[in-house]
């Protein structure tokens, strides 16, 4: 028996839709562009959350915080290091 949700629409009530072509290029290919989502998400944050701690130990000596000019390279300002820490006490 079908549910109120498995009805079929009439085709007079979407007309609109049926010839939308955005709406018929995910009807087609939506299933096969899910999964670099679902891959690729997860991976760019645990990415980013490496790359920051990475960073951070580079930023350091000996316990303390460092400027780095090195890292700015790689990411821009965060190798100030020293004075984003002086910056932050007050």
């Known amino acids: 028996m079908l549910s109120r949700w498995d009805k079929p629409i009439p085709i ?3 007309r609109d839709v049926v010839k939308n072509k955005r709406i018929k290029f995910f009807q087609r290919y ?3 562009l899910i ?3 679902i891959v690729f998400s997860p991976m ?3 990415l980013g959350y490496a790359g920051i701690g990475i ?3 580079f ?3 000996e316990g303390k915080p460092m400027n780095r ?3 700015n390279i790689l990411a821009p300002f965060e190798g100030n290091h020293d004075t984003h820490h002086v ?3 007050f």
């Open 30 to 32: 939506g299933k096969y």
């Open 87 to 89: 910056r932050s006490k």
């Open 12 to 14: 007079s009530m979407i």
């Open 35 to 37: 999964w670099p989502v």
């Open 55 to 57: 960073l951070n130990y």
């Open 69 to 71: 000019w090195f890292i």
């Open 44 to 46: 760019t944050i645990l």
């Open 59 to 61: 930023g350091h000596q």
